[in-house]
């Protein structure tokens, strides 16, 4: 190390490497937060990436981010701005100007910051910095390309895979500034190719150069210390939102001696889920590829007939295909889990950006009185939470339920601790031999939660019919009885209000004579946990409640959300759940803060608003 | 030793307590009494059955039946059957459909079932009609026809569910006409027996809203002349007296009579509903106008069934894998500890 870097120890930093989305930008980001992970940080990734698969070269549409926030204590949110910023092209540092802090360190390839470069990324000028005004940012500029090409001549390597591994001189230029041993890094190129002994050693070349170079270069920027956080002892691994969705399902197939069945249709940013089940095989899931969004839920309704923890996967366009089939979950009472990964709407809307707009549909976008459960996932580990819960509440009260998770945790990732599930709660299939009586049907209810019994093909003496048509009290067959039809109604909604039995309090983080309640639901919790903190530091009192569980909701909602002098909810719609809480809760008229921009809260954005609220 | 009981089964003990709600007359009468009747055959416990259907006035069947039931929704009962057959290979699986409920709403949903060869057995109750919203054109009604909905005559052209099924590479199709119960029962017999998805074409009669529309061939007096049953193995003769035969002529089926114009019985075809190739089947299906319509059993070839496919995956995956919990499985990450 050279006396003119100085080392400092940093709390927490926020890391985005940005480039053209064939640049490798989201392995990059995803090697350097498991590295810091391993090395003892908590993470929060985001990867920010373009609907096209290949949009042209060097262009503003295509650049593809990758953001990592790491600290030496807790992490709730990828972060706002970037202290450090790797921008491959030009188009990666025009289109991160915003995300930048003022005095954040930017690494370029100068290689591709010749005039072409600029001139793709609609640059006037030959000084892109001044251009963009970017002033008091400290820039390492390396001919990153130049250097990979000559650090692998020997490998005959053609030129174009080499220049592929210039991402990987970037992270090593990036592992020297945050003084990251390049081992797990090196043990994670391996694995990632092990096929290709070749291509993994061209990689790791690169890392090391890139790592020399930055040790070599007397360059004057700081480097950084993010020290170990305490964690809870156990093994760790790291996790998105849509891994962690599979995990927790795959658990509650575990914990209720079910066979897991997945039926779905690929689509954005749903897809990992049908992909990750896909490779289980190795654990008995059982996934079908359907010709599309209503197979996909039909044959998992199908599994669920015949007696598996039956998933389907989707996100906002699948789910308006598939409220017919949820509607006969709804009326068959047969168990079923629905993942809706929100993505930008309407219709096509954003596929592969954030929002919470997806929370009324889910709750009521189906034709009659369609009652089911509605869950929330907060953060990408808590997806495996959600997920074990849908599927605990979809098995033991016979109802589909859907779990609302977003494109913003889903493909966001976080330190997980591998659960014990043994200490997790057990889950018991309401089957129809569990039946006191001697005079079963398949419309007998238990009599305190009224669920129905399971009967699954191939249990002698359990033959029934079911379907979408109305049914009989309680015969169960086919009634057009306009009492009946009612008395069913009812029921049917009873049924799934009892839940609220089942389920956990809402929990109030905070102070406890907060001046102002700040309620949010799904996705948003790290960002508002986090402009809590911040508040809490500038000594304001203030207090979260997150939900988790939107229908039913819990049991003491009404008595905490009347509780504070002044209320805020604050979702990435245009007042959903305020809408649905406002149904439910008598006189209930909270401030509201609302953005949808397919793009996660802004913190210091949260903080300055809630202020203004404490202020009014 | 243990000694083993024969289950037997009679066609009662597949008939449900519901009232049957079908126009007397209706063609789905005689299909549900074969359905019975080939079931008791078959020899499944009612149990080990899971009956589907979408909606129509066919798709009310599953109520008639003492197995597992499922009347679910419009057109979507090929994709709720192909859920319940992926999970339980062990179970008989059937799928009730008709014209409108499969090859129109559901279309797309049937012909991916039968390009995945799932081991479903299909019966398409074909009676040219919406009979349930009281007289529509179907997807298999013939240009011209007239109905509620297309009062000057359609303007568009039938499917032909044989036509379909073979497009979409189906391993087993069969037709038959609804008043010819013996040979139905039969059809449904060789479609339980068959590995894969099975079709079979049931030519039904719409006494309310399509009264006679299969009577050019259903009718005793034309019968032996406009149909021929095709038997794997056997020639393709037809005619009262078995004395008409179809020969290949260049690319065409011709129908000639034995004994004259040169022909003799060596020259007529033998039907091979084995042969891979659909190239002659579809021929066969296809026969309308101077052509016999073909009826039996017109293709029934082996090929892996898509259930069978998973689960023989998932046996090898797993017979490979030291995994046998999430959490070993968790454990084969980049995992690091910390103490």
Redo the contacts between chains.
Sequence with gaps: MTEKTKVKTLEKVVIRFSGDSGDGMQLTGTIFS?LS??F?NDISTFPDYPAEVRAPQGTLSGVSGFQVHLGSRKIFTPGDKADVLVAMNPAALKVNVKNLQPNAIVIIDTDSFQKRDLAKALFTTDDPFDELGLRNVQVISAPISTMVKDGLAEFELDNKSALRCKNMFALGLVCWLFSRPLESAMH?LQ?KFAKKPAIARANIKALTDGYNYGHNIHASVSTYRIEPTT????????VNGNNATS?GL??AA?KAGL?L?L?SYPITPATDILQELAK?????V?T?Q???E??GI???????????L?ATSTSGPGLSLKS??ID?AVI?ELPLVVIDVQRGGPSTGLPTKSEQTDLLQALYGRNGESPLVVIAASTPTDCFEAAFWAGKLAVEHMTPVILLTDAFIANGSSAW??PD?EKYPSITPHYATSYKGDDWKAYRRDSETLVRYW???????????????EKDYVSG??STEPLNHQKMIYTRKAKIDKIADFIPDLKVQGDEDADLLIVGWGGTYGHLHEAMEILHEQGKKVALAHFKFINPLPRNTEEILKKYKKVVVAEQNTGQFVTYLRGKIDNFTPYKFNRIKGQPFIVARLVEEFTKILEA | MSTEVELTYSPKDYKSDQYVRWCPGCGDHATLNCLYKAMAEIGVAPYNMAVLSGIGCSSRLPYYMSSYGFHTIHGRGAAIATGVKTARPDQSVWLITGDGDCLAIGGNHFIHAVRRNIDINVVLMNNKIYGLTKGQYSPTSDRGFVSKSSPFGTVEDPFIPAELTLGARGTFFARSIDTDLSNLTDLFIASAKHKGTSVVEVLVNCVIFNDGIHKTITDKEYRADRTIFLRHGEKMVFGKNKEKGLVLDGLKIKAVTIGEDGYSLDDVLTHDAKEKDPTLHLMLAMMADDLPVALGVIRDVEAPSYDESVASQIRDVQSKSKNHSLKDFLLTKDVWEIK
């Design positions: 498991n992970a391993i003892g994670l694995t964690f809870e002892p156990g093994y760790y691994i790291d995990y795959i658990a575990e066979t069945f039926g289980r095989k190795d654990l008995g059982i079908v359907a010709e599309d209503i197979a039909c044959t998992s309704i199908g599994a669920s007939f015949a007696g598996c039956a017919e089939a006969l068959s601790r591998i599930l009967a699954i093909p191939g249990m002698e003496g359990y033959t029934h019919r079911i379907g979408g048509l067959g086919i």
